[in-house]
T-cell receptor
Framework: NAGVTQTPKFQVLKTGQSMTLQCAQD?????MYWYRQDPGMGLRLIYY???????DKGEVPNGYNVSRLNKREFSLRLESAAPSQTSVYFC??????????????FGEGSRLTVL | KNQVEQSPQSLIILEGKNCTLQ??????????LRWYKQDTGRGPVSLTI???SENTKSNGRYTATLDADTKQSSLHITASQLSDSASYIC???????????WGAGTKLIIKP
């Protein structure tokens, strides 16, 4: 099973350029997430989608947009990249669990550098 | 403010030795606590999920404990192996909207 697949794995952008990070999951999960991970900090939630057709802001949404294209795919777009967006980006999907115990499954990460 | 603090920041031990990683949290209302393992250059992988009523949970050589009264958790690794070298992240889930508060992680290095 592929699980959660992210593309691209590496990207270098110049300030002001735009790009889209792609994420797809094959586990039939309803919920999907985009996080960023910076050195010395915990993962921070950018956006999430509780189900197909819905998206919500997380902790650090500024400078990003998302699209839940269908149940499998959840993309993250940087409209005008800034050096502060240099980070490792992780997509995750969540299984259904009793109460709030659904398991998170992560992709391999996309390493973005903005010059 | 909801926070998760982990200690130590980094740890080096010899292969075969045991170690314990600590997690303190100030998250309310508490839903559950998770431990993740993150290998360098990879995404986090879940080790355990513990709810309020669970004090101990094991996953192979990994044993997590939870004291909801003192808001502390620990992850004990027994008979460490080189493949245990990774960052270990404590994550606390608050209430029912699936808000997760992530710790910064403990970087564990196992030396032969």
């Amino acid at each position: 099973n592929a699980g959660v697949t992210q593309t691209p794995k590496f990207q270098v952008l110049k300030t002001g350029q735009s790009m889209t990070l792609q994420c797809a999951q094959d586990m039939n999960h309803n919920s999907m997430y985009w996080y960023r991970q910076d050195p010395g900090m915990g993962l921070r939630l950018i956006y999430y989608s509780a189900s197909e057709g819905t998206t919500d802001k997380g902790e650090v949404p500024n400078g990003y947009n998302v699209s839940r294209l269908n149940k499998r795919e959840f993309s993250l777009r940087l409209e005008s990249a800034a050096p502060s967006q240099t980070s490792v980006y992780f997509c995750a999907s969540r299984s259904t669990g009793s109460g709030n115990t659904g398991e998170l499954f992560f992709g391999e990460g996309s390493r973005l550098t903005v010059l | 403010k909801n926070q998760v603090e982990q200690s130590p920041q980094s740890l080096i031990i010899l292969e075969g030795k045991n170690c314990t990683l600590q997690c303190n949290y100030t998250v309310s209302p508490f839903s559950n606590l998770r431990w993740y393992k993150q290998d360098t250059g990879r995404g986090p992988v879940s080790l355990t999920i513990m709810t309020f009523s669970e004090n101990t949970k094991s996953n192979g050589r990994y044993t997590a404990t939870l004291d909801a009264d003192t808001k502390q958790s620990s992850l004990h690794i027994t008979a460490s192996q080189l493949s245990d070298s990774a960052s270990y992240i404590c994550v606390v889930s608050a209430d029912s909207n699936y808000q997760l508060i992530w710790g910064a992680g403990t970087k564990l290095i196992i030396k032969p």
